[in-house]
């Protein structure tokens, strides 16, 4: 019986990771408002190795339509600027010798879709993860039954996997509303 549990618990976190894993890209898709989350993905070279923005540089946001970026080096400046640009967000910096601005754009509507298309792009991602999470643990209850369990164990081990899953799956699927609505609203 713990061998099941300990499925069930492994099962429960995967999909949590993958809630998680979701929560964490959709900081990164902006719903028109300046966020220091947007820049997240974002590394420049720094001394030879790829280092994070937000290690080499203060990142804030003054107000909604506005982030400065104050590098710790001023050096660090054209890089910075450089490695935005690359990054294609959408983004325009303008360096002026102490820090980089970048003014937020509002959204088109055409864009807005895209976000949302986006947003939908990710949600499918951590759907997917879910499902493979339901099947690793149904691929291991499956492994228990032949070993030690019955056959009744496992059935209600699977049910309760499958229970997992639609929890998980609506959870995704909440948190989609929220960000769409998000996007949507101007």
Do not use: C
């Amino acid at each position: 019986m713990d061998e099941i549990e300990f499925v069930l618990d492994s099962t429960k976190e995967s999909m949590q990771a993958a809630i998680d894993h979701l929560n964490k890209e959709l900081l990164k898709i902006r719903a028109g408002k300046a966020h220091a989350n947007m820049l997240d993905g974002i590394f420049i070279d720094y001394y030879g190795s790829s280092t994070p923005l937000a290690q080499v540089s203060n990142v804030n946001t003054p107000d909604a339509r506005t982030i400065t970026i104050q590098p710790w080096e001023k050096g660090l400046l054209g890089t910075i600027e450089k490695a935005i640009m690359i990054a294609n967000l959408g983004l325009n910096p303008q360096n002026n010798g102490e820090i980089i601005m970048i003014n937020v754009p509002p959204l088109t509507e055409e864009r807005r879709l895209n976000l949302v298309k986006q947003t939908k792009t990710e949600g499918e991602h951590a759907k997917v993860s879910i499902r493979t999470a339901r099947k690793d643990a149904n691929d291991e209850i499956k492994k228990l039954q032949k070993e030690t369990i019955s056959e009744d164990l496992a059935k209600d081990a699977e049910d309760k996997v499958q229970k997992l899953t639609d929890k998980y799956t609506t959870k995704v699927d909440e948190v989609l509303v929220v960000k769409e609505k998000d996007i949507m609203t101007v």
